[in-house]
């Protein structure tokens, strides 16, 4: 199987950007998601409690540091497939060779 180096490196370099963008994005879904759960707690439509912005704005930022991690370990999965890809062209290269060495 040959393979061209230079869709290689394209390849890699879109599994890159998409690394880079994705832990960014899942910081935003996250804080999304805890904006969400903060509106829906129970202190925010009873006009007998008091809203605690303190505890909403908390959770918002909760949220958003885990979807920032959960990011952060999906972009390095992308990240390690990409030095994959680079990886596989040189070592190809080297299997190629071999059999005309003998």
Known sequence: MQHDAAILREQADKLYSKARFLA???ALGGFL????????LP?????EIAPNFQVSGLIAILCAIIGALHGHV???ELRLEAQRLLCQHP???NIRLAPAAR
């Open 24 to 26: 960014s994005l899942h």
């Open 33 to 40: 998601l805890g904006l969400f759960l903060a509106y829906s």
């Open 43 to 47: 202190s925010n439509h009873s006009p």
């Open 74 to 76: 999906k972009a390095g």
């Open 91 to 93: 070592s190809e290269g």
